[in-house]
């Protein structure tokens, strides 16, 4: 049967002009062209949005039975005059992985960076130490139960990296648990980060030359995997190392999206750029001729303020920087074992919060604008709300749109439709 969606309060539709490509700057925050007023229903079809329209037009063409809230001819639901906003879009995540390291919170506070926390044992080789040892089985209960977390707080779209394996069996095994995790809640997209720090026992070029010679073949011959990306950093891969992965993986099929200047300018961003990758993510210490250059090649700059957040550092400028010059930006979780949150809602009240961003900026940020680095990957567009467009939307507890982003540990969504289902 289908389904009528009614009693809306404003609806963030997002749908101005071509649906695939982001917006930047003012366009991000023009209500008239992105909101509907209240009075609007959506009518669903099979996972699909067939209608968007008045409230009336909708009952008198699909439900003229209506009465009392209920309808013999379509499955109804009442939005109970709350704002409605399309299906959040998590574009950077490290979803699988196990272990613990919040010890680690106290070697900071003593004055450790995350380098010199890392050259002693913590860091990303303390938890490829444990996620080696799990099975694929329990991976892939882990992942459900993160999945229902990111659910919870509104993600019906989420990419997910391996990179706590490092090794050729461990890397397979993350990116087989990831494609395992049942997609019934939300839509999940592989990317291989073989190349997120040096495993031990061997050096940096016997690793470089056993993901270009031995994972990325297997990656790319059973497609596990839609991106490569590389942890490009001062320490970990310079960008020669990059390059020459991102390269060989391009000459395979795999797009990139990459780990960029995230403690220090290194050039990163102007590397991705110049690459063609999707998105290039943290870049927080990028420079301002990086970031038009980014813009230029249509590479996402994607911003991870929770990371900076619990590593105890400035926000940065970055998404300012990008709003004032109508550069394209996205926001996402980064969840991984420092930074555990699965809530884009969280994620975009420190950008609304402490930064200034306008919430429907921000909003835009974590639905349209990552979803056009995501989309080429899917069915149908994701990110905003549109006839023929899939049914992921969700149901505010609030009147107001706004609300959405604040409330920081709490989730903002009363019910979430994912391809026109009750999750
Ligand atoms: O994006 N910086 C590289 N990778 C992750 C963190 C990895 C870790 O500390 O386990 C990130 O923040
Ligand atoms: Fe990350």
Known sequence: MDLLLYNAGEIATLSHGEVSKPLSGIEMVDREKLVLDSGNAILISKGIIRKISSQEELIQEFAPDFSDGKSNLVDIIDAHGNAIIPGLVDCHTHLLWTGDRSNEMNMRQNGLSYQEISIRGGGISRTVESTRSAT???????????????????????????????????????????????????NLLPTWLGAHDFPKGKS????????????????????????????????????????????????????????????????????????????????????????????????MQVFLPGTPYVLGKNLGDGINECIENNWNFSLATDF???????????????????????????????TRNPASTLNSELKLNVGSIYEGGPADINILKSEYLDYWCQTPGLSPIEKTLFSGSLV
């Open 336 to 366: 991984n074992p420092n930074c555990q949150t699965l809530s884009l809602p969280f994620v975009a009240s420190l950008a609304t919060h402490r930064l200034g961003i306008d919430p429907l900026a921000a909003l835009v940020a974590c």
């Open 136 to 186: 694929k089985k329990y991976l892939v209960n882990l992942g459900k139960h993160r999945i229902s977390q990111a659910s919870m707080n509104g993600t019906t779209t989420l990419e997910a990296k391996s990179g706590y394996g490092l090794s050729v069996e461990s890397e397979i095994k993350l990116l087989e648990a990831s494609s395992e995790i049942p997609q019934d809640k939300c």
């Open 204 to 299: 940096k070029d016997e690793y470089v030359e056993e993901l270009i010679s031995e994972q990325l073949p297997l990656v790319a011959e059973n497609k596990l995997a839609n991106w490569v990306d590389v942890f490009c950093e001062p320490g970990w891969y310079d960008l020669e190392q990059t390059e020459l992965i991102v390269k060989a993986s391009k000459e395979l099929g795999l797009k990139s999206r990459l780990h960029v200047d995230e403690f220090v300018d290194s050039n990163g961003l102007a590397l991705a750029a110049e690459l063609g990758s999707s998105s290039a993510d943290h870049v927080g210490f990028s420079n301002t001729e990086s970031r038009a250059k980014a813009h230029e090649s249509n590479t």
